[in-house]
Nanobody, 123 residues
């Protein structure tokens, strides 16, 4: 059974950092692409970043460039998203999503989703 479980969200002040984790089970990262999406209230869900089966990284959200970093731990079968220098506009529910092989921006091609973790950036 394929499962993705996010953790690491929370409340942080502007300029702070968080590290989100996505633990995968039922498949291995050697054959999968894992993407992070986020959805703020009243907005559409947007792709943030993705890492594919080969470890190649794609950044989709230009507003996060230089602040967010995706990485993976093959033995632990987890993908992390390091969030630095957080802004209030980064507040959203963050989801990880998985699919075979390669990364794509569109959410419809990801069959597997986690339940989401809330990130709130506020003073």
């Amino acid at each position: 059974q394929v499962q993705l479980v996010e953790s690491g969200g929370g409340l942080v002040q502007p300029g702070g950092s968080l590290r989100l984790s996505c633990a995968a089970s039922g498949f291995t990262l050697d054959y999968a692409a894992i993407a992070w999406f986020r959805q703020a209230p009243g907005k559409e869900r947007e792709a943030v970043s993705c890492i594919n089966r080969s470890g190649a990284i794609v950044l989709y959200a230009d507003s996060t460039k230089g602040r967010f970093t995706i990485s993976r731990d093959i033995p632990e079968n987890t993908v992390s998203l390091q969030l630095n220098n957080l802004h209030p506009e980064d507040s959203a529910v963050y989801f990880c999503a998985g699919r075979p092989w390669d990364c794509f921006r569109g959410e419809s091609v990801y069959p597997f989703w986690g339940q989401g973790t809330q990130v709130t950036v506020s003073s």
